[in-house]
């Protein structure tokens, strides 16, 4: 069994933002391969499902992001997963727009909701780390995340939570690289980066 975390805030306020994306990349798997109706679970809500014959549970934290470790300890708990059954999807500064990485382990990088987790279930969890692009000046970053994606970001948005939900059983068998890969193949192809840049690791 393996436990997918979306990060973001809860909201309608905070729907849209950057920092949510990872409540959009979960969405997306959940629409996508025809999982259970949302329910409040958790401090959050959760579905299950089933991706290449491997159940998961998918988790989108309602504790806003600086306490998601709270939600994702007490269903990791209830499932009795290790940290490394954890997947969490995360917004990623130091990412450009429409890259992905994966990543177990390592640093937060200021990232309150990986702190919070790591604190409460240790750091050796997945990280599929997203990326949103930097503002460029450090005092611009909190509004950068908490503000929505432009009108020209949704259909790199999209794109990129389609591919991650059309390859995500990859990721729950445990083939990150293969994922990775063929999520970067999609999105190069679709035009949002350059055909020479393979920087998949």
Known sequence: MRLFVGLGNPGAKYASNRHNIGYLAVDEIARRHGFASWRRRFQGEACEGVLDREKVVLLKPTTFMNESGRAVQEAANFYRLAAGDVTVFQ???ELPPAKLRVKVGGGIAGHNGLRSISAHIGNDYRRVRLGIGHPGVKE?????VLSDFAKSDRPWVEALC????DNAGLLATGHDASFANKVHLVMQAKGFFDKDENDTA
């Open 91 to 93: 917004d990623e500064l």
């Open 162 to 165: 389609h591919a991650v939900a």
């Open 140 to 144: 611009l970053v909190h509004s950068h």
